[in-house]
């Protein structure tokens, strides 16, 4: 019966003709404050809905204030992990809610963060084996966002680490495996052949262009990737409903980047 759970649960966060996923992570108040684009958390969550976004990524006491009370539905991810970007450790996750919680709290899915190549990813990789394990007893989805960083890590982004970073979550029983783009399809599909589940990108720092955004959008597609998990290029945009449009369009309906980027004129 779990396991027809999490069938039904996957389709609420993604989409069940093309198998991808847009997904907007609004978790960032807990690492980094209450930044632009989080302040007004329900305005926000509405724009996104109304996009069309298949699910948000939301901190356990954000689900009552910015979930859906009228108009378009979405789906919810409840993250599991946390650290401040004023710890003297702002690498290292701590599990801050557990998966029977988010659950009780109405979660389709749940995610949590795991970063490698530093001094705690023993304990991080220990609370990874925990959720798996509680994700798999109770049928629900398991989003695990997987980065190389700290001391060991010379570059983020190179496809090396990035690619055992994916694997290191799919071996870890992970329903879907969030990561950084490599900077381009070739590189990256070597990510996405590496990792038995399906692959998002993380849409880092808010770039300045939205050419930018979008390209990486369709590189990540035309490598075999199944969609994104991006947050301050969509909620900091200046048009937030129009920008998951437009990565809407590249995602469901094979569109160009020229196409998509009229959407936003």
Wanted: glycine share 12%; hydrophobic share 40%; proline share 3%.
């Amino acid at each position: 019966m779990t396991i027809i759970g999490k069938h039904i649960r996957m389709e609420r966060i993604m989409d069940r003709n093309t198998g991808r996923t847009l997904i907007v992570p609004l978790d960032h108040g807990v690492s980094v404050g209450p930044i632009d684009g989080i302040i007004d958390i329900k305005e926000t969550v509405a724009q996104i809905a109304e996009g069309g976004a298949n699910a948000i990524v939301e901190h356990k006491g954000l689900v009552g204030a910015g979930h859906r009370g009228r108009g378009s539905d979405i789906g919810l991810i409840v993250h599991l992990s946390a650290s401040t970007s004023l710890s003297v450790y702002p690498h290292s996750k701590t599990l801050v809610c557990s998966v029977e919680e988010a659950l009780k709290l109405g979660a389709d899915a749940v995610s949590i963060h795991v970063n490698i190549g530093n001094g705690q990813e023993k304990e991080m990789l220990n609370d990874f084996g925990r959720v798996s394990y509680e994700s798999r007893n109770w049928g629900i989805p398991l989003l695990a966002m997987m980065y190389p960083r700290g001391e060991k890590i010379k570059d983020e982004y190179d496809v090396e680490v990035v690619k055992h970073a994916a694997r290191v979550g799919c071996e870890m029983g992970a329903d879907i495996v969030k990561v950084s783009y490599t900077g381009s399809p070739e590189s990256f599909a070597k990510v996405v052949e590496g990792c038995t589940v399906p692959v998002v990108i993380a849409g880092g720092a808010k770039m300045d262009s939205d050419r930018d955004i979008l390209e990486m959008v369709k590189g990540s597609i035309d490598a075999g990737g199944s969609g994104v998990s991006i947050g301050r290029n969509v909620f900091q945009h200046k048009n937030p409903t129009r920008m998951v449009q437009a990565m809407a369009s590249i995602l469901f309906d094979n569109g160009s980047v020229t196409d998509a980027l009229k959407m936003l004129e």
